[in-house]
Nanobody
Framework: VQVAESGGGSVQAGGSLTLSCAASGESFSEESMAWFRQPPGKERELVAAISWNGGRTDYAASVEGRFTISKDNEKNMLYLQMNSLKPEDTAVYYC??????????????WGQGTQVTVSS
């Protein structure tokens, strides 16, 4: 699965953004997917994950209740709705296939990511 992220931008604290991830490859509908982010000067981290059919979602504690991950298998699209944004959400956001046994360092390839900047 190859991915291309979009939808980032600059917003004030409390604002909202929706990130999109366009995926190519016939296996997208069968894959669990996830959003990751890398804040400036920090390691990449898992933000949210969704099962292949959207039946299960999991969130990092820092975004629980504010972010919503969704998946459209017909359109080969993954989304991340981000509400009540905080300055600490500032990061480059990436989507990728989600492997439960992987840590972020084990992924071999990433898209270009999309920058989200939240000002106070």
């Amino acid at each position: 699965v190859q991915v291309a992220e979009s939808g980032g931008g600059s917003v004030q604290a409390g604002g909202s953004l929706t990130l999109s991830c366009a995926a190519s490859g016939e296996s997208f509908s069968e894959e669990s997917m996830a959003w990751f982010r890398q804040p400036p000067g920090k390691e990449r981290e898992l933000v949210a994950a969704i099962s292949w059919n959207g039946g299960r979602t999991d969130y990092a504690a820092s975004v629980e209740g504010r972010f919503t991950i969704s998946k459209d298998n017909e359109k080969n699209m993954l989304y991340l709705q981000m509400n009540s944004l905080k300055p600490e959400d500032t990061a480059v956001y990436y989507c990728n296939v989600y492997y439960t046994s992987y840590n972020v360092h084990q992924y071999e390839s990433w898209g270009q990511g999309t920058q989200v900047t939240v000002s106070s």
